[in-house]
């Protein structure tokens, strides 16, 4: 069984910097795809950001230039650097997972909050 398990959530004033991390476990499988989502209350979930196992990544819009995001194959771990938050990114912050070779499941984190004061 597969797990996600994200860490460094929290509250930050704006301009500030945040970093969070997720890592995979659960046995041995292949990783896809991971990155970010955030669910905002009263909206629905957004991508926020994703890196291939090649180390493509992309971006939501709104956080271009302000977040990074990087992985570690060996260890199946992703993070997410924020940075210059905004009061707007204040989310739930969920990480995901694409796993497998011919069959292909998506898989999530359990959230963490990211609340940014104005």
């Known amino acids: 069984q597969v797990h996600l398990v994200e860490s460094g959530g929290g509250l930050v004033q704006a301009g500030g910097s945040l970093r969070l991390s997720c890592a995979a476990s659960?046995?041995?499988?292949?990783?896809?795809?991971m990155g970010w989502y955030r669910q905002a209350p009263g909206k629905q979930r957004e991508l926020v950001a994703t890196?291939?196992?090649?180390?493509?990544?992309k971006y939501a819009d709104s956080v271009k230039g302000r977040f990074d995001s990087s992985r570690d194959n060996a260890e199946n771990t992703v993070a997410l650097q924020m940075s210059s938050l905004k009061h707007e990114d204040t989310a739930v912050y969920y990480c995901?997972?694409?796993?497998?070779?011919?069959?292909?499941?998506?898989?999530w984190g359990q959230g963490t909050q990211v609340t940014v004061s104005s």
């Open positions: 659960g046995g041995a499988f292949s990783v896809n795809v």
């Open positions: 890196i291939t196992h090649s180390g493509i990544t």
């Open positions: 995901y997972a694409e796993i497998g070779l011919v069959a292909v499941y998506d898989y």
